[in-house]
């Protein structure tokens, strides 16, 4: 390989510091045992053990007493059982209680690795040559729960990166809001995934062609009563419920910088994790910016390739990605349609590059093979890694491969501009292989990515190392793009 690489000195770590107050909650029985024992301090008891936890924690959270509020709310059901209004206490006695069902979860403690980088949709008050940019990163903590993080910095006219220092108060979303679901696709996305059309039916005939979120559970609550359910049949019920959670929306309040918000697993689909978010900022054919995101959301024992949507990174929408290949991991949308239609890369069989076509962003029912591994780096498999970039010479597309002792290499294709399924310039060797410091981690012998940008003639890769820390790599574009296209018959 005769392409220079420039590894940058910067390196972004774990931080355990970072943390973000979130919901506790184990089981009713011990939850209405915690309460009674609140609810039999004096009113001065009261007082004196919120005012300790707050000299404890409003300095580490933003509004902590709205966690408690919402927090409290999440248990409201169980006072029914305890008899006792929840209006009849005080203020600071439910601020308390909700305090009981909070805890502390760091957000990376044990990994910061798979960024992507796009353009920053603020690109005023730069100098000449400068680029302002948004890094998302997969944070991972106890559990191995990932989350999506962010950092904004800036590319200067040398290529050098510089970040913001990240403020000290993480934030999870102001406002979580639930859709409305149209009930064909919704049938349509269930057949996908082998669910049991009669099961389907005896929930979905309850409602109407559309249909909410709480309309929904209305529905399996009914169905659920029927005594002579087989486990079978509810556990198509919970998957029927898990689809239904994946779609929703969130919003960040105003006053939190990037580097403070969380996007932490929300819904049941993702419960063990929002794995590997691909970013990318896509065109419309009328100009207007959106910038898409593909993940794999994790729920311990399955995964559901998912979509988000953000104009301004403040207000987010998710959605499943559903046909026949929108079925595994590896998803990453091109950044403008081609020839009037949504194009992606993608790896549904679990081994080899395929590339599809869509009138819809979410739907991909049909898939053409790309690449299959062709050299020893990556005979395992290959996959993307990222979007592809466009450039005058053709689509810039990261890969990575799998080969021995799984190790894990970057490699680049270049695709036809106008018919991106012609591979038209490939790499015989590795671009970028994990070197003595980038190979010792979480998962020995990895570099990944997850998205790269191009500035001042240079492809700037963000990449994870051993699914531990991330660093950055640039690359000399021109003399990138001459090595694919030497390698276009070969």
């Not at 709310?73 to 069902?101: C, R, T, W």
């Not at 049949?233 to 689809?243: A, D, F, L, S, T």
């Amino acid at each position: 390989m005769s392409v220079r690489l420039n590894r940058k000195p910067l390196i972004f770590y774990p931080t355990p510091s970072r943390t973000i107050a979130r919901f506790y909650f184990t089981d009713d029985e011990k939850a209405r045992q915690v309460i009674q024992k609140v609810l039999q301090l004096s009113h001065e008891e009261v007082y004196v053990e919120l005012q300790k936890i707050l000299r404890d924690f409003s300095t580490r959270h933003r509004q902590i007493t709205k966690v408690f509020e919402n927090n409290f709310q999440n248990i409201l059901h169980l006072f029914k059982n305890l008899k006792v209004k929840p209006d009849s206490l005080s203020e600071d006695m439910k601020l308390l209680i909700g305090a009981y069902f909070t805890h502390e979860y760091s957000v990376e403690a044990a990994a910061y690795f798979n960024p992507s980088i796009v353009e920053h949709p603020d690109q005023h008050a730069l100098q000449a040559g400068e680029k302002r940019v948004v890094v998302s990163f997969r944070a991972t903590g106890e559990g191995h729960i990932s989350s999506i993080v962010f950092r904004e910095g800036v590319i200067d006219a040398d290529n050098n990166l510089h970040f913001k220092e990240p403020g000290n108060l993480d934030e999870m979303p102001q406002c979580i809001k639930r859709t409305v679901y149209n009930k064909k696709t919704f049938i349509r996305k269930l057949d996908e995934m082998d669910i049991h059309k009669d099961i389907v039916n005896v929930v979905l005939d309850k409602l109407k062609s559309k249909f909410t979120y709480g309309e929904l559970q209305a529905g399996i609550s009914e169905t659920l009563k029927d005594v002579t359910l087989t486990p079978t049949k509810r556990k198509v019920i919970e998957e029927i419920n898990w689809v239904a959670d994946s779609h929703y929306e969130i919003t960040f309040s105003l006053d939190t910088a990037l580097s403070e918000r969380v996007i932490f697993p929300i819904s049941y689909s993702e419960s063990n994790g929002i794995e590997d978010a691909r970013f990318v900022r896509f065109t419309d054919d009328d100009g207007e910016v959106i910038y898409y995101a593909t993940y794999t959301a994790y729920n311990g024992y399955t995964i559901l390739p998912k979509l988000i949507a953000t104009k301004d990174f403040y207000y987010f929408k998710f959605l499943p990605l559903n046909g026949k290949y929108a079925q595994n991991k590896d998803m990453a949308l091109f950044p403008r349609k081609i020839n009037g239609k949504y194009a992606m890369v993608g790896r549904y069989d679990g081994v080899n590059n395929y590339i599809m076509f869509s009138d819809k962003v979410n739907l991909w029912k049909e898939a053409s093979l790309l690449q299959k591994p062709s050299f020893p780096w990556e005979f395992i498999q290959i996959g993307n890694s990222g979007s592809p970039i466009e450039t005058p010479e053709g689509w810039l597309l990261i890969t990575h491969g799998v080969g021995p002792m799984r190790r894990y290499s970057l490699g680049a294709v270049l695709l036809d501009l106008e018919h991106p399924e012609k591979v038209i310039g490939h790499l015989r060797n590795p671009l970028m292989m994990p070197n003595e410091k980038e190979r010792e981690g979480y998962v020995p012998n990895v570099i990944y990515s997850c998205g790269s940008i191009i500035h001042n003639n240079e492809l700037i890769i963000p990449y994870a190392m051993s699914d531990y820390a991330s660093s950055f790599v640039s690359v000399p574009l021109q003399a990138l793009l001459d090595e694919l296209k030497n390698n276009h018959d070969k």
